[in-house]
């Protein structure tokens, strides 16, 4: 980015440039001082090496006798260490100088243009240039040059700050309307510098940093019109309600409400986490267990992950794209092994996209113990065929928590043992027109470990044997009954 210092200045006047009038009064001068006068005309024209009276620099005169080089030197510092204060709306954004925006002046070529003034080209040019040097009408700018990295470097962390992702409208499939929608508002990091250049050319010291604006695609007015009017796909599971699982109801109705009527326009990808939000008191969230690197323990949000992989079967199952998704360590016991999916926030996300040419819209609902998600659009576009099969398993291993509230010699069991699975799954979407798309994935579930927490001085020895091991010790006894026969 290259730009002049203020103000705009006129360059100095060759040949070509000079009107009729200036050129014959140019030109009468030199002939009433050569039949005058030995200095005569001359003693317009400044001293070999000197700079032309008069000259300015940035809108500054240069002193008679300064050397060109050091003028230079001294106008493209003033210009760099002048400061600048971005603002955006009423707020200060931040406050620099144009070196510290990595800026620079090529010192050299300004010098050789103070230089130029009244010594380049033929007589009667060096005599006009020196006469309008004299009359001030000669101000040489200083062009700065500005790398957009540094600037973009400083505001990125305040964008990053002040950006806000545009919400897209939901529809309230009760009363058939559409929510407001909000628009994204972004700072243009690129427009700011284009505005810098502006503030330097007229010599100002605040710049406005631009923002625009961007409407969702789903907006009020799109998201009204769009027709449900036939279920795409649509899946169930069960919870608790009673007991210990009133928690963890209570955070699966509010996950699921958090989705009802999200709308996927074509082509466009939504978030789980961006939708349902964080996992707090906060957001209406409760305490209730939940899987933590594969143990069970108290937290804020258990539950959600029941709704992300009845969302995520729904969708599956309707053929929609699966951008982002992760399965559970283990296997869960509401959902049918390959569809599930676990989501933290906001590390871990649950992301679709509508493949379809019309808009999607999903209707959540959590009642009575039953959780249901139903993707509704203007038709029912694919018929989808799921086939999963077991390609591996892995056995689970003990592990042995010492305990002080058990009593001595004594065990518990904390948590049940899991053999690991491997699933291989296959989806068949059979689009209309005989067109029909293979996708083939495999989730792995490692094993869960079996955990015991003992008292002290308890026998590890008299625990029952692991699977596995009883499974050993089996074919052992049948090898050596074999071996006696």
Same mark, same amino acid.
């Given at each position: 980015?290259?730009?002049?210092?203020?103000?705009?200045?006129?360059?100095?006047?060759?040949?070509?440039?000079?009107?009729?009038?200036?050129?014959?009064?140019?030109?009468?001068?030199? =002939?009433?001082?050569? =039949?005058?006068?030995?200095?005569?005309?001359?003693?317009?024209?400044?001293?070999?090496?000197?700079?032309?009276?008069?000259?300015?620099?940035?809108?500054?005169?240069?002193?008679?006798?300064?050397?060109?080089?050091?003028?230079?030197?001294?106008?493209?510092?003033?210009?760099?260490?002048?400061?600048?204060?971005?603002?955006?709306?009423?707020?200060?954004?931040?406050?620099?100088?144009?070196? !510290?925006?990595?800026?620079?002046?090529?010192?050299?070529?300004?010098?050789?243009?103070?230089?130029?003034?009244?010594?380049?080209?033929?007589?009667?040019?060096?005599?006009?240039?020196?006469?309008?040097?004299?009359?001030?009408?000669?101000?040489?700018?200083?062009?700065?040059?500005?790398?957009?990295?540094?600037?973009?470097?400083?505001?990125?962390?305040?964008?990053? !700050?002040?950006?806000?992702?545009?919400?897209?409208?939901?529809?309230?499939?009760?009363?058939?309307?559409?929510?407001?929608?909000?628009?994204?508002?972004?700072?243009?990091?690129?427009?700011?510098?284009?505005?810098?250049?502006?503030?330097?050319?007229?010599?100002?010291?605040?710049?406005?940093?631009?923002?625009?604006?961007?409407?969702?695609?789903?907006?009020?007015?799109?998201?009204?019109?769009?027709?449900?009017?036939?279920?795409?796909?649509?899946?169930?599971?069960?919870?608790?309600?009673?007991?210990?699982?009133?928690?963890?109801?209570?955070?699966?109705?509010?996950?699921?409400?958090?989705?009802?009527?999200?709308?996927?326009?074509?082509?466009?990808?939504?978030?789980?986490?961006?939708?349902?939000?964080?996992?707090?008191?906060?957001?209406?969230?409760?305490?209730?267990?939940?899987?933590?690197?594969?143990?069970?323990?108290?937290?804020?949000?258990?539950?959600?992950?029941?709704?992300?992989?009845?969302?995520?079967?729904?969708?599956?199952?309707?053929?929609?794209?699966?951008?982002?998704?992760?399965?559970?360590?283990?296997?869960?016991?509401?959902?049918?092994?390959?569809?599930?999916?676990?989501?933290? *926030?906001?590390?871990?996300?649950?992301?679709?996209?509508?493949?379809?040419?019309?808009?999607?819209?999903?209707?959540?609902?959590?009642?009575?113990?039953?959780?249901?998600?139903?993707?509704?659009?203007?038709?029912?576009?694919?018929?989808?065929?799921?086939?999963?099969?077991?390609?591996?398993?892995?056995? *689970?291993?003990?592990?042995?928590?010492?305990?002080?509230?058990?009593?001595?010699?004594?065990?518990?069991?904390?948590?049940?043992?899991?053999?690991?699975?491997?699933?291989?799954?296959?989806?068949?979407?059979?689009?209309?027109? =005989?067109?029909?798309?293979?996708?083939?994935?495999?989730?792995?579930?490692?094993?869960?470990?079996?955990?015991?927490?003992? =008292?002290?001085?308890?026998?590890?020895?008299?625990?029952?044997?692991?699977?596995?091991?009883?499974?050993?010790?089996?074919?052992?006894?049948?090898?050596?009954?074999?071996?006696?026969?």
């Amino acid at each position: 980015m290259t730009t002049n210092g203020p103000p705009p200045a006129a360059r100095p006047t060759t040949r070509s440039r000079i009107g009729a009038p200036r050129w014959f009064a140019v030109a009468a001068l030199i =002939g009433a001082a050569s =039949g005058a006068s030995v200095g005569g005309a001359h003693a317009l024209l400044p001293a070999e090496g000197a700079v032309a009276k008069g000259v300015r620099v940035a809108g500054a005169t240069v002193p008679e006798g300064a050397p060109a080089e050091a003028t230079a030197e001294a106008a493209a510092e003033a210009l760099l260490e002048r400061r600048f204060t971005f603002t955006w709306g009423d707020e200060r954004l931040l406050e620099a100088s144009l070196a !510290e925006l990595g800026a620079t002046v090529d010192v050299g070529a300004i010098a050789a243009k103070i230089a130029s003034v009244g010594h380049d080209g033929g007589l009667i040019q060096r005599i006009d240039a020196s006469l309008e040097a004299r009359r001030g009408h000669i101000d040489l700018p200083v062009r700065v040059t500005i790398p957009i990295e540094p600037l973009a470097d400083r505001l990125a962390r305040l964008k990053e !700050e002040r950006d806000s992702a545009p919400v897209a409208a939901r529809l309230d499939l009760e009363k058939k309307t559409a929510t407001a929608h909000t628009p994204g508002h972004y700072l243009d990091i690129y427009a700011a510098a284009a505005a810098l250049d502006r503030a330097i050319a007229s010599n100002e010291r605040t710049v406005s940093v631009p923002s625009f604006d961007i409407v969702p695609h789903a907006s009020s007015d799109v998201v009204a019109k769009i027709d449900t009017g036939s279920v795409i796909s649509r899946f169930e599971t069960r919870y608790g309600e009673v007991g210990n699982q009133r928690g963890r109801a209570q955070n699966i109705r509010r996950a699921s409400s958090q989705m009802e009527g999200v709308v996927l326009m074509p082509g466009d990808t939504v978030s789980f986490n961006a939708n349902v939000g964080p996992r707090s008191i906060d957001n209406g969230f409760a305490e209730a267990p939940e899987i933590y690197k594969g143990e069970m323990r108290e937290g804020i949000g258990g539950g959600t992950c029941q709704v992300a992989g009845t969302l995520h079967a729904a969708a599956y199952l309707g053929g929609i794209d699966i951008v982002a998704r992760n399965n559970h360590s283990r296997p869960s016991g509401y959902i049918r092994t390959g569809l599930d999916a676990t989501v933290v *926030y906001p590390t871990v996300d649950l992301k679709l996209r509508n493949p379809y040419d019309f808009p999607i819209v999903v209707h959540a609902t959590a009642e009575k113990g039953a959780l249901k998600f139903e993707l509704l659009g203007r038709e029912k576009p694919a018929q989808v065929e799921l086939l999963t099969t077991t390609v591996g398993t892995a056995d *689970y291993k003990r592990k042995i928590e010492e305990d002080g509230g058990v009593k001595d010699g004594k065990m518990v069991l904390k948590q049940k043992g899991i053999r690991g699975v491997s699933v291989r799954k296959t989806r068949t979407i059979h689009l209309p027109g =005989g067109h029909d798309r293979i996708e083939v994935t495999t989730d792995v579930y490692p094993p869960t470990f079996e955990i015991w927490r003992v =008292g002290h001085g308890f026998d590890v020895d008299s625990l029952p044997p692991l699977p596995q091991d009883a499974r050993a010790a089996e074919g052992e006894s049948a090898s050596a009954s074999l071996g006696t026969r």
